[in-house]
């Protein structure tokens, strides 16, 4: 945001060279995996495709988010920034889940890499530690603490004075939404069951509409640092306080619902269908069959 004499606040795009060579790495690995995949065969070409389309459209709203003007106005506007939360979460990180990166950037790294990786993450410690991430009760138990913690206004404070702190807020909020739509849309999605999913849509539609309803209805302000950008915009700063609250609240609420939705439309077509036979890697070395399993997400 940028002030003149006579002229008003102006917000333009926020291009953090940090932010882009990140998101440039992260679109580059999937491409090039993605291009790697696709060349072996036609086996499972149209659902890669499918995934593929999902991880480019969370990638251009992750992009936005981060760059585009929303971005500036987020620091004079706490509705504002409230937008650039919800799409983290609710947009962003459920799209990308859909893409299965993890199995296809694995692809974009030479084949003794691959090899490496899948053995290392076949020892205990690092498969103890990653069950325990991606399990249904913890990925709700960090997100949740994550959704909580930032909203407290002396952290949310720090947050908007300093840019390191701002970014470990977005690092949080995203990377635990990812953990969490795993469960869900994710690769691990059919295999924890669509109680666990249920369950996580709607506990998180709970606690998360009550939060935002403490935000719609406090009687003051939380965060003063919104008071003087807020003003200067000629807008109060409690109403826009309150209009951050209800995004999180009743939009929040709605997207939480269409994904119980779409988890119920699965539940009903996996019924009707049956059950699929899943690939058993017999006898091959442990580290072949991890990769193998990592190569069967992305189809």
Known sequence: MATASG???SFGWDVEPWVVLLLSVTIALYGVGFARLDRRGRAGRRARRGHAAAFVAGWTALALVLVSPLATLSDALFSAHMVEHEAMMLICAPLMVLGR?????????????RRSIGCAVRSRAWTACWRRLVSPLWAWVLHAIALWAWHVPALFEAAVAHPAVHALQHTSFLVTALLLWRGIVGEGATRRGTGHAMFSLFTTMVHTGALGALITLAPGIWYPSYIEPTSALGLDPLQDQQLGGLIMWIPGALAYLIGALAVAARWLGTTRGGPRPRPRPGNRPACAANVAAMEESTR
């Open 7 to 9: 002229v008003g606040p």
């Open 101 to 113: 990166p993890l199995g296809v950037m694995l692809w974009a790294l030479p084949a003794a890499m």
